[in-house]
């Protein structure tokens, strides 16, 4: 027969794996560069997303002529680029669509928001806040040694909504 203590005890060990686990599964879904979610999580929110049959929008960005910005500033100078970015979106998206927004940067100039809509938004609410979003990062600028201007970019956007959303 079990002790008091040694249910106490049990119980805090399978706490210490359950946190162990979660810690381990957000780190996976994490982009390590920006710490927003990666591709992995924006897949498999999609996947329970459309299995649920919940309605939503997903915007797809990218980073125009990126591959420039890494031959002009070099790697180190185009990452803080791209947490700027990062950073930029998240807080529009965030602003804009509440908690409910998600962003993600999938691979290297890749960046998405997916939105689940609960209550009517218009299509073209989502088509001005993704043009807002899409002028505010063509406002970005960082000045980096030695050279004669400033890192920018600019970024193509585009989205679709699931079957069931009809915007």
């Not at 950073?87 to 998405?112: C, I, K, P, Q, W």
């Not at 073209?124 to 980096?144: G, H, M, Y």
Request: one cysteine or more; a negative charge.
């Amino acid at each position: 027969m079990s002790s008091s203590s040694d249910q106490s005890i049990q119980r805090a060990v399978d706490e210490v794996r359950r946190l162990i686990t979660d810690a381990v599964r957000q780190e996976q879904f994490r982009d390590q560069l920006t710490e927003l979610f990666n591709d992995a999580a924006l897949m498999e929110n999609l996947q329970q997303m459309v299995e649920a049959g919940q309605k939503f929008w997903c915007a797809f960005f990218e980073i125009d002529r990126f591959k420039e910005v890494n031959d002009k500033f070099g790697y180190s100078q185009a990452d803080a680029l791209l947490k700027r970015v990062a950073v930029t979106m998240s807080t529009l998206a965030s602003n804009s669509f509440g908690n409910a927004a998600s962003v993600y940067r999938a691979h290297g100039d890749e960046f998405y928001v997916l939105v689940p809509v609960e209550n009517d938004i218009s299509s073209d609410k989502v088509q001005a806040t993704l043009d807002s979003i899409r002028l505010s990062i063509a406002q970005i600028s960082i000045n980096v040694d030695k050279q004669p201007e400033p890192m920018s970019c600019t970024v193509s956007v585009g989205w679709v909504t699931s079957d069931a959303a009809r915007l």
